[in-house]
């Protein structure tokens, strides 16, 4: 580039003339590294349209060389397409003639044999005084911007179609939680649409006895917190509460600070509504499980009454052969009023007996008093430790001794050829606890979360009714307390927990 075209480029730039003086050279290497090191490409073109000069950049993008591009005409440069569909040539003239930049504007270029790029040009123009003598073509390239720009776009577009058609609700709030976006499941879940929330505090959308709950999770994130998956009602627009399974992200802006909060939540409508048709089903099989045990436990004894009241409808000559036959209808009617109440209370244990103080210790010596003969008959040895003589309690004694004796006697029929049981009882900070424990047959792993469930036996059908670890837990729990069970292995034995409120006055 001459002294002169470099005085006219720098001033068009702003800055001084070139010096005339002696370190002219200086200067011409200071504005070749200038023009060299400018990340865009600069073409000076004349008043003939032809290129004056040209920096390193466009020669080596254009992939063309300093011979077959200063002095040629700009048609000759840029493909007739470019001229063409961009009118260049006509724009130069423009700015030629008016003196006045051309606003920027974007083209694509593309030379032969070369791949497609996007540039943002502008012409400006040089002027000597008044007179335009030169252009100043100045493209920067700017493909990876664009080809960038298009995946954000892409990536935007799925994102959306991915939130658009999401099952789940996709909700998204500011950092106070007011909503900002409203999907269309959470349109079609919640019966709002967009425009109705957006601006309202997510947590006005929640049952009223949870919405500072919301509030509080909407702070922690904001915060920086983490936060669990959260059950929280949703109020649909019909009034109806809707079961919303939550988890929640925090959006952060550059500088990582949290603008707002993400929430996305499931629907668990249909899913209550499955396990309340599994459970209605459940107990429609328990039933049938009752129907064959109940059957057979009455059966018996209503058989032999049944047969001992045909006896008697012939008075005997034997006395005592009626008085035996009274015996066993008496026996009978018993056995089929205890099975009739075992039934009733594990529908409702009975409440109408009032709670009194009691002494744990004496209340569980008392009931295995009743229980040690037949211990000594099965050859099973019955062991009793206390920590402490007086172990007071509030409770219903006869719903207790029930519990108690129904554990002992699961016990000793889980040691059919002998064996130990060892009821221990001590305190453990506010609580009473139970502890029994035999050296028997021990329960599977597969059977041990279904023991207390009604009608649960493993029992052969007539052997018994699966009702009384359900009624012990119904118990237990109606005197605040817990049932719990131990039995790692088969054949080592099993331990059942029952652990009870101390007495307030303690």
């Avoid at 049952?207 to 509030?215: F, H, I, L, P, Q």
Wanted: hydrophobic fraction near 40%; aromatic fraction near 6%.
């Amino acid at each position: 580039m001459t002294r002169l075209a470099m005085n006219r480029f720098s001033s068009s730039l702003g800055m001084e003339p070139v010096p005339s003086l002696s370190s002219e050279g200086r200067y011409e290497r200071l504005y070749h590294m200038l023009l060299t090191s400018i990340p865009f490409s600069l073409v000076l073109i004349d008043t003939a349209l032809r290129v004056a000069s040209a920096n390193r950049n466009f020669i080596e993008k254009a992939r063309r060389t300093e011979t077959n591009t200063i002095g040629v005409r700009i048609r000759e440069v840029f493909p007739d397409a470019i001229l063409e569909f961009m009118q260049l040539e006509a724009k130069i003239r423009s700015v030629f003639d008016t003196g006045l930049p051309l606003p920027g504007a974007q083209m694509t270029y593309r030379a032969p044999g070369i791949p497609t790029r996007i540039f943002y040009y502008t012409v400006i123009p040089i002027k000597m005084g008044s007179v335009v003598e030169h252009v100043m073509l100045v493209m920067d390239d700017i493909t990876d911007k664009v080809k960038l720009s298009e995946k954000v776009r892409m990536a935007e577009r799925h994102l959306a179609s991915v939130v658009e058609c999401a099952n789940d609700l996709v909700i998204s709030t500011d950092a106070e939680g007011r909503i900002t976006s409203w999907n269309p499941a959470a349109e079609r879940i919640s019966g709002y649409r967009s425009h109705e929330v957006r601006g309202q505090l997510l947590a006005e959308l929640c049952e009223t006895a949870r919405r500072n709950d919301m509030a509080a999770i909407i702070r922690q994130l904001v915060h920086g917190d983490a936060v669990e998956f959260q059950e929280l009602n949703l109020i649909a627009s019909s009034g109806g509460l809707i079961p919303v399974d939550w988890s929640f992200s925090s959006i952060r802006d550059d500088a990582s600070k949290v603008s707002g909060v993400v929430a996305v939540g499931r629907d668990l409508s249909e899913r209550r509504a499955l396990e309340q048709h599994l459970y209605q089903s459940e107990k429609l099989a328990a039933l049938g499980v009752m129907a064959g045990g109940i059957a057979h436990e009455l059966r018996n004894p209503l058989s032999v009454s049944f047969s001992a009241a045909q006896f008697l409808l012939e008075p005997p000559d034997d006395p005592d052969f009626q008085h035996e036959c009274v015996r066993k209808i008496l026996e009978g009617i018993e056995r089929s009023s205890m099975i009739i109440e075992n039934l009733l209370r594990f529908a409702r244990p009975s409440s109408s007996n009032q709670t009194e103080s009691l002494n744990l210790v004496a209340l569980v010596r008392e009931t295995l008093s009743v229980l040690t003969p037949q211990a000594k008959v099965q050859k099973i040895n019955l062991i009793e430790d206390y920590a402490e003589p007086f172990i007071p309690i509030s409770g219903n004694a006869n719903l207790l001794q029930q519990v108690v004796m129904n554990l002992i006697l699961n016990a000793y029929q889980a040691m059919p050829g002998g064996g130990e049981v060892r009821v221990s009882i001590q305190r453990e900070s506010d609580e009473a606890v139970v502890r029994v424990c035999d050296t028997g047959s021990g329960i599977s792993h597969a059977h041990l979360s279904k023991i207390f469930d009604p009608f649960f036996t493993t029992r052969p059908v007539g052997k018994g009714t699966g009702l009384g670890l359900s009624i012990c837990h119904t118990i237990v729990k109606q005197h605040g307390g817990t049932i719990a069970v131990e039995s790692s292995f088969l054949h080592q034995g099993t331990t059942f927990m029952v652990r009870l409120p101390l007495a307030i006055d303690v």
